[in-house]
């Protein structure tokens, strides 16, 4: 065995040694036409199209290739190629002698590489985050606005607001163009998603530019990148519907968004529910008149109504609505920019209910049961004319502003078996002008002028027939009708001089002026007797209240823009003195008073796409004109109102802390929020209730508020399911204190609120949707033995499937569950369908929808506090039919 085997070895060894010195080589360099040599040239040695063997050269441009022995020598070739020069093929004659390539240069074009992903992503550039609309759009989305609601990351309130990451946007530009203000629910409702490319998320904005990367800015703003192709032509939609019982709908708009030239104009017709008041909100009026520090007076008078069922508007709106919307801006030269906002209008709306209250004392319980038919009729008027220039060193901006509504309501009512016929009368007029200006010297110094004036005054009358409660406004004697009249004239104005030092790493500000604010708020309540006569209700009805508020303020301002930490420092003092007289009651008062409200935010940078925020604020805030009136005005028809207590001063203390985590490429957004508010007042309003009336005054005793708050907001786009999922939670406690009847009553009441969504593309013809929001309201009081837990659930669902491309279907579902202590459950579901066929060739489309498919008629609501409970079912629309037909422009 072993002989056998030293056998084989020996066979082996022969056959291999056999076969080297058979085997031959070829040999050679492959250089440049400098003679340089070419590294890493690809040698082949051929025969025909078959490569039999192949190698590269060294650094040098040398290679070395063997030559298999069962070769055909006679047909042998070498190739020589190289990116960047010509390919060589030489014929091998034999193997003695070297074959050297000199390569000539040439230029190759790569061909074509196409690489598909049908995945969403963002692009994060700076503090933009661009959103690719075709990536998150479906075929059933007409406007913007319904991809916006898709978006990672961002949220839409059901009044339209804007939020990215638990922040509400500041404001939403079109093409870089300031057109809507914060009245974005203009273009999120009429500009058609297909000529949108991209939706801009711009964090930390500076509309100004000459102040940015030198003052923080905590602003989120949206930018509507259009299509090129959209800027070249007018864009539109135009809507013609009919349907049953007695509907209309009209929707007709032209649309411009060139660099040039951008417009949105519209009229807008409807009968079906769609409130077209929702296109004038401003989403952010409440800072607006923060910052110019207008405190305007709110209406005084009202009908007394229920308000508004917490519901969708389209569910219970009844109306005849129509808008003319007229939005228009042109760029000069120079960065100069003329804008137009113009728009009226004209609605009436009907509301009928039922509403039962009562309230719980120690002692009783006051109960009240209403039945109303109303019907109002507003009048709006809006005219704003804007100059802007924003240059790199110099700024300036004049906005015109006025405001016109004429508002006529209606109610019919029984009121604890009595009835009652009300007609109320409000006008409002406010006329306002803002300038702001702005230089940039050569020492990069920047003065800032600015100035504001504003007036307003809205006369307000109701009338209250037959004789509502003789015993109280006519000594028991039956008469004929009540007339409560109201009006506060107002002028304001606010001005200031400002001057920044920008540095390497802070910026300085300081600013002085003042603001004078002059009004007088006159009222009468008048009873008209049974043979006509007229007279007040008794000496204390009637107000004609002077008022003068004026400020003297300075302040200084410190900014750290920095990458990674910014920080804003506001140090104002200001100096305020009002007086007030009202000769009829011997009422003459003043009070000086000096304010220091500083507030603090800093912003850390802690990761590329993440970090966290921090805010503290301490303000010092005087009452109003409304708060000091004695004689008695009848603010609804059960509600008399009156004051006994000097002016109110209420001091707040602010704290918020937060974190926003991001991850663009993974399509993933978080955000968390934690925030305290302690508030002392040195009066509290104290409430006289009877089962006739209510009867309030406000009381020199101190009052505390407290409260804190904690939200979360979580994003994030599934690829692998191709779906978005959101959630977020809100807790919030609040102590307060009520005095009712003369009690003392303190009130500890914990909201909290959860909310999931889902939003999925199951094919590319099929999408669902789902979102469901809870939330539970806990009130308790420790003097009335009683506990009121409120339970709500709201589940949204709709699902759009398009077999074809021009035939889309649409379902959708709404679903409304209360729970209450001492009432049984209310639960409501309400549900919509569609369809549309398109017509590709003439750019029209046909809708067929229905909505209410259930026809429910009538919802209730429910209300439990620690001390009342209230039980309100409204009338809303039932079922009705509508079809549209839609051009494209």
């Known amino acids: 065995m072993i002989r056998l085997y030293q056998i084989g070895v020996v066979f082996i060894l022969c056959t291999l040694c056999s076969a080297a010195c058979l085997a031959q080589s070829i040999k050679g360099t492959v250089t440049d036409s400098l003679g340089k040599g070419v590294s890493f040239a690809s040698v082949n040695l051929k025969s025909g199209n078959l490569i039999l063997a192949y190698t590269t050269t060294n650094a040098k441009g040398v290679y070395t290739l063997t030559v298999p022995a069962d070769a055909d020598k006679a047909s042998l070739q070498l190739a020589v190629s190289c990116v960047g020069f010509k390919k060589e093929v030489r014929k091998v004659d034999g193997f003695e002698a070297p074959y050297n390539f000199k390569l000539s240069g040439a230029s190759n074009q790569l061909q074509t590489v196409t690489i598909k992903d049908k995945n969403p992503r963002l692009r994060a550039h700076g503090d933009t985050l661009d959103y690719k609309v075709s990536d998150f759009a479906s075929p059933q989305d007409r406007v913007i606005g319904d991809v916006i609601k898709k978006l990672p990351g961002v949220t839409v309130d059901k009044d339209g607001k804007i939020s990215y990451n638990g922040k509400a946007i500041s404001n939403l530009y079109i093409g870089g163009d300031n057109l809507l203000?914060?009245?974005?629910?203009?273009?999120?409702?009429?500009?058609?998603?297909?000529?949108?490319?991209?939706?801009?998320?711009?964090?930390?904005?500076?509309?100004?530019?000459?102040?940015?990367?030198?003052?923080?800015?905590?602003?989120?703003?949206?930018?509507?990148?259009?299509?090129?192709?959209?800027?070249?032509?007018?864009?539109?939609?135009?809507?013609?519907?009919?349907?049953?019982?007695?509907?209309?709908?009209?929707?007709?708009?032209?649309?411009?968004?060139?660099?040039?030239?951008?417009?949105?104009?519209?009229l807008k017709v409807n009968n079906t529910n769609f409130d077209v008041a929702g296109d004038l909100v401003a989403h952010n009026n409440s800072s607006y008149l923060s910052r110019l520090d207008n405190d305007k007076p709110a209406t005084v008078l009202s009908l007394g109504t229920a308000g508004d069922p917490d519901l969708p508007r389209n569910r219970y709106l009844f109306n005849q609505a129509g808008i003319i919307n007229l939005n228009n801006l042109v760029n000069l030269k120079n960065d100069v920019q003329l804008r137009a906002n113009l728009s009226y209008l004209h609605d009436t709306q009907k509301q009928s209910y039922t509403k039962f209250s009562e309230f719980y004392l120690p002692a009783d319980t006051i109960r009240y049961a209403e039945v109303q038919n109303n019907k109002r009729r507003p009048d709006y008027m809006h005219a704003q004319l804007g100059l802007n220039i924003n240059q790199n060193k110099f700024y300036l901006s004049d906005n015109f502003i006025a405001d016109y509504s004429k508002s006529t309501g209606y109610s019919a009512l029984v009121t604890n078996g009595i009835p009652?016929?009300?007609?109320?009368?409000?006008?409002?007029?406010?006329?306002?002008?803002?300038?702001?200006?702005?230089?940039?010297?050569?020492?990069?110094?920047?003065?800032?002028?600015?100035?504001?004036?504003?007036?307003?005054?809205?006369?307000?009358?109701?009338?209250?027939?037959?004789?509502?409660?003789?015993?109280?406004?006519?000594?028991g004697v039956a008469y004929k009708q009540l007339t409560q009249n109201a009006d506060i004239p107002t002028w304001f104005t606010n001005n200031y001089v400002g001057y920044k030092i920008p540095g390497n790493n802070v910026t300085q500000s300081y600013k002085a002026g003042f603001s004078l604010q002059s009004q007088t708020l006159k009222s009468d309540l008048n009873v008209t007797q049974l043979n006509n006569s007229t007279n007040l209700v008794a000496d204390s009805a009637v107000n004609n209240l002077a008022w003068q508020r004026r400020k003297i303020y300075a302040e200084a301002g410190y900014d750290i823009p920095g990458s990674i930490l910014k920080v804003n420092i506001n140090l104002p003092v200001n100096y305020l003195n009002i007086a007030y007289k009202d000769g009829y009651y011997s009422l003459d008062k003043s009070l000086s008073r000096l304010y220091f409200n500083p507030r603090l935010y800093v912003k850390y940078q802690s990761g590329i796409e993440n970090y966290f925020s921090m805010g503290y604020s301490f303000r010092n805030d005087i009452g109003s004109i409304q708060d000091v009136y004695n004689g008695y005005i009848l603010k609804n028809y059960r509600s008399l109102y009156a004051n006994n207590a000097d002016l109110t001063e209420r001091k707040t203390q602010s704290a918020n802390l937060g974190f926003n985590f991001r991850?663009?490429?993974?399509?993933?957004?978080?955000?968390?929020?934690?925030?305290?508010?302690?508030?002392?007042?040195?009066?509290?309003?104290?409430?006289?209730?009877?089962?006739?009336?209510?009867?309030?005054?406000?009381?020199?005793?101190?009052?505390?508020?407290?409260?804190?708050?904690?939200?979360?907001?979580?994003?994030?786009?599934?690829?692998?399911?191709?779906?978005?999922?959101?959630?977020?939670?809100?807790?919030?406690?609040?102590?307060?204190?009520?005095?009712?009847?003369?009690?003392?009553?303190?009130?500890?009441?914990?909201?909290?609120?959860?909310?999931?969504?889902?939003?999925?593309?199951?094919?590319?013809?099929v999408n669902f949707s789902y979102k469901a929001g809870y939330d539970q309201t806990t009130s308790k009081s420790t003097v009335v033995a009683s506990k009121s837990k409120f339970e709500r659930l709201i589940q949204q669902a709709s699902v759009n499937y398009n077999p074809t491309d021009n035939v889309f279907f649409a379902i959708s579902g709404d679903h409304y569950y209360t729970h209450q202590q001492q009432a049984n459950d209310l639960k409501y579901m309400f549900a919509d369908a569609s369809i549309r066929y398109k017509f590709k060739k003439v750019k029209a489309d046909v809708e067929?929808?229905?909505?209410?498919?259930?026809?429910?008629?009538?919802?209730s609501a429910l209300y439990l506090s620690a001390n009342s409970f209230t039980s309100s079912t409204y009338s809303i629309p039932g079922r009705f039919m509508l079809a549209k037909v839609t051009f494209t422009l």
């Open 181 to 266: 203000d914060d009245k974005y629910n203009i273009a999120t409702s009429s500009i058609p998603n297909g000529v949108v490319d991209k939706v801009q998320v711009m964090e930390n904005h500076q509309p100004i530019k000459m102040l940015k990367d030198k003052v923080v800015s905590e602003d989120v703003a949206l930018n509507l990148s259009m299509k090129k192709d959209a800027k070249m032509q007018v864009v539109g939609q135009e809507t013609l519907g009919a349907g049953l019982p007695d509907k209309y709908y009209a929707d007709i708009n032209a649309m411009m968004f060139k660099d040039k030239y951008k417009a949105i104009n519209y």
């Open 420 to 475: 009652v016929n009300q007609v109320f009368k409000d006008n409002l007029m406010d006329i306002s002008n803002e300038f702001n200006y702005m230089k940039t010297f050569k020492t990069n110094k920047i003065i800032e002028l600015y100035s504001y004036l504003n007036r307003s005054t809205e006369p307000e009358k109701r009338v209250i027939d037959p004789g509502l409660n003789p015993d109280i406004f006519n000594n």
């Open 848 to 859: 067929l929808s229905a909505q209410n498919l259930f026809n429910t008629k009538t919802y």
């Open 663 to 765: 991850r663009a490429i993974q399509l993933f957004f978080f955000s968390i929020n934690a925030s305290y508010t302690h508030q002392n007042a040195n009066n509290i309003a104290s409430s006289v209730l009877t089962n006739n009336i209510q009867q309030r005054i406000v009381l020199p005793y101190d009052n505390n508020i407290d409260s804190w708050g904690l939200s979360g907001n979580i994003s994030k786009y599934a690829f692998s399911l191709r779906t978005t999922f959101s959630a977020g939670l809100a807790i919030q406690t609040t102590k307060l204190n009520q005095i009712l009847n003369n009690i003392i009553l303190p009130y500890n009441t914990l909201s909290k609120s959860v909310n999931f969504g889902a939003d999925t593309k199951v094919s590319s013809k």
